[in-house]
């Protein structure tokens, strides 16, 4: 129970795995039966109830059959970590079980109840298995500080998956596998980022078998899910990547025919770098930034259930109220509102409040005292224990804004108008006027925008991209100023009457891939040396 539970009832952290997702990753890093396995040294760092543990042992006692080696001594080169103790137990009994079918024992220290990044363990040739997934908010604050300590990728707002590849790497033998099916957030996001600077420094990454669109797990959750196989080398450059599609596909797939594609992953820093033909000065197009707009995330507070409710208005002084947006605001197209404010203990200047001077919430906030000081941000430094873990700026509140929520089925882009403070599951764009946030908020909605998204970072069950400040802000977008007043217009309508259909016939893509951005006969990416937005014609949309 130490990462607590999911909202089914499940522990966090603990996600079982289909056989079939087993059987092809032990197939893939070549532990087979039909291979000499007696001297392999395996560690699975978080085993579960044994889906692993289970097929390595059948594997391993096949190979002695076929290689004439001592199962019972073999065995010593397998070890099972668990966290949790009652897991720990169905794990014994299952692994008892299969051993007792080939009258073999036990080993001491096959299995071990203990946090495989704490542990001490000796060097392996193959690290495999499942690793938790558990987000930041929810790994326990000392065992942050521990992880961040001995784990030099473990930084930002990192997953719990990530200590688990930075300790199996180091612990790999020369020319040694480790193989995880994990969340694929790292290999695209900024938490990501030193773990990807490892591998491109000392190890090689073979292949990732992207499984978004299916279902490895025997549950159904939001994980998007990959198995990476990474090997202790500098001998490759290119990693190959499959997309799969179907779980049963998974067994078959063929590196000579089903790659996807092949990542750079010597040379790049973005892995998934969004690929443009052509010179950057040939297509009118640049960043979000560039154009003077702003790109953020709103607030996280450490403690939501403390500082936003729905009813403060009745126990705070308000004016240190704000109306709050969450992702929860914003569905199946619409926003609505849920009525919640958020606490804000700041001042104007940034300075914590004084809460002499707003005695309801001073009793309010003395009433969670012990919740708030358990945050690690309240340890940081005692003196302010009620503050949020990001600074509130009231004045964000009334700034018209666009409000893109992290995970989110909606196609339309909301605009708020000045009325609320942006959760910290919400991303938002600010600057200029409210026509230029319109054209956009249109252009954002576009597949032209899509594309790039899916190209720079992970999607969503179903399909869907996610916003994420570090990729909008790599981002291509047309430059606003330079466009026609009739293509400006055009989409400003059609954003209006969510007309989708319309803004992307106004970003359209030829029959190679390349994108041009029209209204009517105007092509505005013209080839170089043309004037921008003369009406000329061209049989085919180009860039160029």
């Known amino acids: 129970m130490i990462y607590g539970t999911r909202a089914n009832g499940n522990l966090h952290g603990l996600v079982l795995t289909k056989p079939i997702v087993v059987e092809t990753m032990l197939d893939r890093v070549g532990y087979t039966q039909y291979h000499d396995l007696r001297n392999i040294r395996v560690i699975e760092p978080s085993a579960g109830d044994g889906a692993f543990a289970v097929e390595i042992i059948e594997r391993l006692y096949h190979s002695s059959l076929k290689f004439d080696f001592s199962f019972q001594k073999a065995l010593s080169n397998l070890i099972f970590f668990e966290l949790d103790n009652e897991m720990g137990i169905l794990l014994e009994e299952r692994i008892g079980s299969t051993l007792n079918k080939y009258n073999a024992s036990v080993p001491e220290n096959l299995i071990r109840i203990e946090d495989f990044l704490l542990s001490k363990s000796d060097k392996c040739d193959l690290i495999i298995g499942n690793p938790p997934y558990v987000r930041h908010e929810n790994i326990p604050d000392e065992k942050k500080e521990l992880y961040r300590r001995k784990f030099p990728t473990f930084k930002h707002r990192s997953d719990l998956y990530i200590g688990f590849y930075d300790k199996g790497l180091r612990l790999l033998n020369e020319n040694g596998s480790l193989s995880f099916i994990c969340s694929n957030r790292w290999l695209k996001n900024q938490y990501g980022v030193s773990l990807r600077n490892l591998i491109q420094l000392n190890y090689c990454l073979e292949e990732i078998i992207d499984l978004e669109e299916t279902c490895p797990f025997e549950e159904e959750v939001i994980a998007y899910p990959a198995i990476t196989t990474i090997r202790n080398t500098k001998k490759n450059t290119k990693a190959n990547y499959y997309l799969i599609d179907d779980i049963t596909k998974l067994r078959f797939i063929n590196k000579d ?15 998934f770098s969004y690929v443009w033909s052509g010179e950057e000065h040939e297509k009118f197009l640049t960043t979000i930034e560039s154009q003077g707009f702003q790109i953020g995330i709103g607030v996280a507070t450490g403690l939501d259930k403390v500082f936003i409710r729905n009813d403060f208005k009745s126990l705070i002084e308000e004016e240190i109220l704000l109306p709050i947006l969450t992702s929860k605001d914003l569905k199946n197209n619409k926003l609505n509102w849920s009525g919640n404010y958020i606490l804000n203990p700041f001042e104007i200047t940034g300075q914590l409040i004084d809460l002499t001077k707003y005695p309801k919430a001073k009793e309010y906030l003395e009433s969670h ?29 009334n700034q018209d804004k666009i409000i893109l929520p992290d995970i989110s089925g909606n196609s339309h882009i909301f605009i708020d108008k000045g009325n609320f403070y942006p959760h910290h599951n919400l991303y938002y764009i600010t600057g200029s006027n409210q ?9 954002l909605s576009s597949d032209f925008i899509r594309k790039q998204l899916l190209e720079l970072g992970t999607t969503m069950k179903g399909g869907y991209p996610r916003w994420q400040s570090q990729n909008l802000k790599k981002l291509r977008i047309p430059m606003i100023d330079a466009m026609p007043k009739e293509t400006s217009d055009a989409l400003i309508q059609a954003y209006h009457i969510k007309d989708y259909r319309t803004i992307n016939q106004l970003v359209t893509e030829d029959e190679i891939g390349n994108y041009s951005f029209q209204v009517g006969q105007t092509t505005l990416f013209e080839p170089k040396g043309v004037e921008y937005g003369k009406n000329k014609k061209h049989d085919t949309p180009t860039l160029y």
């Open 257 to 271: 025919t089903d790659v996807t594609r092949t990542l750079d992953i010597v040379n790049s820093k973005n892995w």
């Open 435 to 443: 026509k230029k946030l319109v054209i956009l908020a249109s252009i």
């Open 369 to 397: 005292r012990s919740l708030l000081e358990r945050r690690h941000v309240a340890k940081k430094n005692p003196r302010h224990w009620y503050k949020t873990i990001d600074r509130i700026k009231p004045t964000l509140t």
